[in-house]
């Protein structure tokens, strides 16, 4: 079992709707980031957070330390918005060690 | 944008020859780190560094070398590359969490996909 485990894998929605990627680990963190990477291209930092909730925008990150999950909500969401999304822990003690999920495609349709 | 740039951006090259893949970075972050990104996969931590000459490895280094003898610059070389090396490759730089809770944030750069024939 990947000590980081996102779902889902695979999402497609239509624009405007409300999306939530979920993140869960097993191991323990000092952070957690959130990252999207576009098709094709690279790799950008969306959010890192400790704890609570965190606001972007339209993007909202969540993390419950004692559940050890994360989520991700895209509100009002868009084409442009469309993206793999992964998340990943950084491990408790650790300034760099971090452990990565295997991404969520989402897809948004006009 | 954070300042980091990976040069090549793409190569092909044949099994058993040496390559370098270099990441430079004008932010004085102290970690540096190089990735590769592969279908299934996801990311994969090769080697990282967490200061000038200090290195240690990851979960994928069997391969890989690499040397920081500056600040500003981290090398990943593939002293003879194999086909299962042929891979999208990543370098990202951080602060750390040393500074405070909001120094942790992650800059990673364009990448470098590498072809091993």
């Known amino acids: 079992k990947n000590e980081v485990e996102q779902s889902p894998q695979n999402l497609t929605a239509q624009e405007g709707e409300f999306i939530t990627i979920n993140c869960s680990y097993s191991v323990g963190i000092s952070a957690l980031h959130w990252l999207q990477q576009h098709p094709g291209g690279g790799i950008v930092s969306l959010f890192m957070l400790s704890s609570g909730k965190k606001k972007h925008g339209r993007l909202i990150a969540t993390i419950n330390i004692q559940e050890k999950h994360s989520s991700l909500h895209i509100t009002a969401s868009h084409p442009r918005d469309s993206a793999v999304y992964i998340c990943?822990?950084?491990?408790?003690?650790?300034?760099?060690?971090?452990?990565f999920g295997k991404g969520t495609l989402l897809t948004v349709n006009p | 944008d954070a300042g980091i740039t990976q040069s090549p951006r793409h190569k092909v090259t044949e099994t058993g020859t040496p390559v370098t893949l270099r990441c430079h970075q004008t932010?004085?972050?102290?970690?540096m780190y190089w990735y590769r990104q592969d279908p299934g996969h996801g990311l994969r931590l090769i080697h990282y560094s967490y200061g000038v000459k200090d290195t240690d490895k990851g979960e994928v280094s069997d391969g890989y070398s690499v040397s920081r003898s500056k600040t500003e610059d981290f090398l990943l070389t593939l002293e003879s590359a194999t086909s299962s090396q042929t891979s999208v490759y990543f370098c990202a730089i951080s602060l750390g969490l040393a500074g405070g809770p909001d120094t942790g944030e992650l800059f990673f750069g364009e990448g470098s996909r590498l072809t091993v024939l």
């Open positions: 932010e004085n972050h102290r970690y």
């Open positions: 990943a822990a950084l491990r408790g003690g650790s300034n760099y060690k971090l452990t």
